[in-house]
């Protein structure tokens, strides 16, 4: 059973940065599509970046163009999400994703990122 952990969040002053991890339980994490996705109180999930398995393709949200950066370490079954100058409306649960098709199959239980204005 694939099992996706985050860690990294937290609060941080605006302007600030994070930087958020997702371990990865198979090996077989090269193969997959990563992705994060975030939730903010009362808002829809909505989807933040994405990677594909070689690390060459990346796809980022308009709101985040600039200033998140998608990274995977193959070796190390991990996908991380650089976050340089946040924004109090950056506030979310951040979930990491896994998918090897059109959909996501499997995800993480999400961290906690909090932007004080």
């Known amino acids: 059973q694939v099992q996706l952990v985050e860690s990294g969040g937290g609060l941080v002053q605006a302007g600030g940065s994070l930087r958020l991890s997702c371990a990865f339980s198979?090996?077989?994490?090269?193969?997959?599509?990563m992705g994060w996705f975030r939730q903010a109180p009362g808002k829809e999930r909505e989807f933040v970046a994405s990677i594909n398995w070689s690390g060459g393709s990346t796809y980022y949200a308009d709101s985040v163009k600039g200033r998140f950066t998608i990274t995977r370490d193959n070796a190390k079954n991990t996908v991380y999400l650089q976050m340089n100058s946040l924004k109090p409306e950056d506030t979310a649960v951040y979930y990491c994703a896994a998918r090897k098709t059109h959909e996501y199959d499997y995800w993480g239980q999400g961290t906690q990122v909090t932007v004080s204005s």
């Open positions: 198979e090996r077989s994490f090269r193969i997959y599509t």
